[in-house]
């Protein structure tokens, strides 16, 4: 029996695909935004009902690069909000506050191992899943969560910290498989560190002078070519582009274009455009299994238990270092909560390598959904939302005495 495969229609058909995903995902969440349900998840939302309902966008190479693109945008958003003259303003504080998230991943690890639930790598994973703020995602939304600037300080700064140390955690959790292990891919990314900045200062000398307003460019490609270094060590995407934000923000000095707001903010816009990619393809990811009843109460008694203890502990901690209100602290605890892209990344991570249960992982997903719902609940605020800066400038029509002339 022969068939004819019409080529062009076949063509056609994905092209068409393609735009309904654009539409998608940059014009129906700001539809669905009017019920307070924040853009990731309904483009979350979207890839796991086009994968699941329909089999499409599987395995395609073309969205996955795009939401690889977008985790690297958003890590190194992340990094370059890293401002350590900042974190010195409120070292003591902040110092305490890292002390008090390590103990809390511990003992959520001691007790998921003691559970025998799983083995000690995986649980300290599931741990930083729950404790780990996503502070590309809170940066996002705190203009529309919190007002005060103090109370913006504070919640800046603690994220960045928790999350520093969070990735250094999960760094030494995957390459502790073997002391060998360890050594080389600890040095391989100090080696990258120590390259950095000389690499920054080579093109500032060498390159820009000869190719004005590169730097954006070669900003993003340095990002995207070490989180694929970090990728290949075993440790995903993310540590890389975390990496080159902090260490361009260090470098800002000796690059004039990344001295103002423009640069961050070109990128906070690179990665408002690529990031629904990255939530996108997570949807896609899911099978039917992490659709459970298991899943789902695993998911509620995370949120009956590390909720709680994030709120108070962040609370409880400002009370008596700060002699803070419980309502003032708790302004601070609840835009903290959101843990989605953190939450997301080690949930792929725990499937691809160590093979966790399906209802533990829909658990971490469902826990990760109401915790980024959570703080727009809280505050009775918008959900957070990246906007694009606007591309052409603004146009002020002439007056009446302009129109005239001299």
Request: net charge neutral.
């Amino acid at each position: 029996m022969d068939f004819d495969v019409d080529l062009g229609a076949l063509d056609l058909t994905s092209e068409i695909a393609y735009i309904a995903l654009l539409f998608g995902l940059f014009v129906v969440p700001r539809i669905i935004q009017r019920f307070r349900i924040p853009a990731a998840i309904t483009a979350f939302a979207l890839g796991a009902g086009a994968s699941l309902g329909f089999g499409l966008f599987r395995g395609d190479d073309t969205v996955a690069l795009l939401a690889t693109l977008g985790i690297v945008s958003l890590f190194l958003f992340a990094g370059l909000e890293v401002d350590f003259r900042e974190l010195r303003r409120g070292a003591a504080i902040l110092a305490q506050h890292i002390v008090m998230r390590i103990v809390l991943v511990g003992g959520a690890a001691w007790a998921i191992q003691t559970y025998e639930l799983l083995d000690w790598r995986p649980a300290i994973l599931v741990a930083l899943a729950l404790f780990t703020p996503s502070t590309g995602f809170i940066l996002d939304s705190l203009d529309s969560l919190v007002q005060d600037e103090k109370d913006r300080f504070w919640i800046r700064s603690k994220a960045v910290a928790v999350e520093i140390v969070a990735l250094a955690l999960m760094f030494f959790t995957l390459k502790s498989t073997s002391l060998e292990s360890l050594a080389k891919s600890t040095a391989a990314l100090l080696v990258m560190i120590l390259v950095l900045p000389w690499l920054f200062r080579a093109f500032a000398r060498v390159v820009l002078p000869h190719a004005p307003k590169s730097d954006f460019a070669f900003l993003v490609i340095v990002a995207a070519a070490c989180a694929l270094i970090t990728r290949n060590l075993g440790v995903y995407y993310l540590v890389g582009a975390f990496v080159v934000g902090v260490v361009a923000q260090r470098f800002r000095s000796h690059m004039p274009s990344m001295q103002s707001d423009h640069m961050l903010r070109a990128v906070e816009a690179l990665a408002s455009l690529l990031v629904p990619f990255y939530f996108f393809h997570a949807g896609i990811e899911l099978r039917k299994e992490d659709f459970s009843i298991d899943a789902l109460l695993a998911g509620l008694v995370m949120v009956a238990i590390a909720v709680p203890i994030r709120l108070a502990s962040v609370a409880l901690h400002r009370r008596i270092a700060l002699g803070e209100s419980f309502g003032k602290a708790f302004r601070i605890a609840a835009p903290m909560l959101p843990t989605l892209v953190f939450t997301l990344v080690i949930a792929g991570i725990l499937r691809d390598e160590y093979q966790i249960p399906s209802w533990l992982f829909g658990g971490l997903i469902i826990y990760a959904f109401v915790t980024t719902l959570l703080p727009a609940a809280f505050t009775r605020a918008p959900p957070p939302e990246i906007t694009l800066p606007p591309i052409l400038p603004t146009v002020v029509p002439p007056t009446a005495e302009q129109k005239r002339g001299p």
